[in-house]
């Protein structure tokens, strides 16, 4: 009977000893899966902002396509404006040239009458 009662107290020991493992089993399966979703949620969280990266680098690209697109426009509208002025900055310089040279003209008319004071051909211009 000892012999029985040394051998149901060995396996109440090994019992015990078998629950701690299983407790201390059963923590580190938990840990372990903890880990596992938390290395799965953060794959899936970096692909998700990989793809949000990815979204907003194409959003940003339509913008500056939609912005280089509107640029071309302006400038091909100021560009026709420029050739539509053009012509008439020709003839205003043109006509600033022909004004400029009349005046000059005139001036050294008054100025050859003012120095002939009494000399009436001076009127009519040198002899030639």
Same mark, same amino acid.
């Given at each position: ?22 407790? #201390?089993?059963?923590? =580190?399966?938990? &840990? ?5 979703? @938390?290395? $799965?949620?953060?794959? !899936?969280? %970096?692909?998700?902002?990989? #793809?949000?990266?990815? =979204?907003?680098? &194409? ?5 500056? @396509?939609? $912005?280089?697109?509107? !640029?071309? %426009? ?19 310089? $043109? ?34």
């Amino acid at each position: 009977m000892k012999k029985l009662e040394r051998e149901l107290a060995s396996n109440k020991k090994e019992i015990q000893q078998a629950r701690r493992r299983l407790k #201390t089993a059963q923590v =580190n399966l938990q &840990e372990a899966i903890f880990e596992i979703m @938390k290395r $799965s949620g953060s794959a !899936q969280s %970096e692909e998700a902002k990989r #793809t949000e990266t990815l =979204n907003q680098a &194409e959003q940003d690209l339509r913008k500056a @396509k939609y $912005s280089i697109d509107q !640029q071309k %426009e302006d400038i091909n509208v100021a560009y026709q404006k420029y050739e539509g002025l053009e012509p008439v900055q020709d003839q205003a310089k $043109s006509n600033c040239e022909n004004i400029t040279r009349q005046y000059y003209a005139i001036k050294k008319k008054f100025s050859d009458l003012n120095s002939s004071k009494g000399n009436s051909l001076a009127i009519f211009g040198q002899k030639s």
